[in-house]
């Protein structure tokens, strides 16, 4: 299966680039599944149901999030409809939605979506490793699914290594996301996950992690906000990565995804 995990779509920019550029990359790469981070689309700060009904539209199979999940009230309720937005698995019980999904591909493979959030400087829930164990449990790679894409939403590399050790050989694409910052480190581990420590935001990088970048200097120079974020509204970069999987679910080939903006281009040559 070709495989494209795009990262954290940051604001109006984020989206333009991928409602752009999706149905383009679908089709000439003939994908087979997309999954978006769609946490930081609705102004930075969470997703609406509009928002996430356009990635669906642009060619995302699946939109995940991470501990902005809520910002915007109405997921709570939305998420509740809406079986291809995957939260954090690791919330409390109780928590609206789906922390996991198993989702039919439109040529009906069938993919297993799992969004954790890491616990090392984010808020303490639930532990990311015990819920993995169940998750995999519950729907093994290369027989209750035919690929496994795990979106592990943390701060630390050193978590996000971890996590990655912990599950290779249960997985196709372990991806790290929240930094905002894509790393130079997309490889196959030994046991045959495709690991990317971040894939990067979806965003205007002539910012501070998207958002506009006098406020947050400001706030680091005077300790004193004067006035809210606001995303950064120039061009974007899509900050992504490719995956392709032999019959068993594991990752064959990786590359990193750059388009746009200000950040060097990069596609899989392997496509
Ligand atoms: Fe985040």
């Known amino acids: 299966m070709r495989l494209l995990f795009i990262g954290d779509v940051v604001g109006k920019a984020g989206r333009a680039v991928v409602l752009a550029e999706l149905p383009k990359l679908r089709a000439a790469y003939a994908l087979d599944f997309v999954v978006v981070n769609g946490e930081n689309a609705a102004g930075g700060f969470g997703i609406t149901e509009a928002i996430c009904d356009d990635l669906l539209n642009a060619g995302a199979d699946c939109v995940t999030l991470g501990n902005h999940a809520f910002d915007q009230r109405e997921a709570l309720v939305f998420i509740e409809r809406q079986p291809r937005l995957i939260r954090p698995a690791n919330y409390p019980k109780g928590t609206p939605g789906r922390g996991a999904n198993l989702i039919e591909s439109a040529s009906g493979a069938r993919v297993l979506v799992v969004n954790l959030l890491g616990r090392v400087f984010l808020d303490a829930l639930d532990d990311p490793f015990a819920t993995i164990e169940r998750e995999l449990a519950a729907c093994p790679l290369g027989t209750a699914c035919d690929a496994a894409v795990i979106d592990f939403h943390a701060e630390a ?98 590359a990193p995804v750059r388009i746009g903006g200000a950040l060097a281009p990069a596609r899989p040559d392997f496509w």
């Open 157 to 254: 590399t050193s978590e996000k290594q971890a996590f990655a050790w912990f599950v290779d050989g249960r997985a196709s694409l372990v991806v790290g996301t929240h930094t905002h910052v894509p790393t130079a480190d997309a490889r196959i581990l030994p046991g045959g996950a495709a690991y990317m420590s971040d894939a990067g935001m979806t965003g205007d990088y002539d910012s501070v992690i998207g958002m506009e970048k006098d406020e947050p200097v400001r706030r680091f120079t005077t300790r004193l906000p004067t006035s809210r974020f606001e995303p950064a509204s120039g061009p974007a970069t899509l900050c992504g990565v490719a995956v392709e999987t032999n019959a068993q679910g594991l990752a064959v080939k990786v």
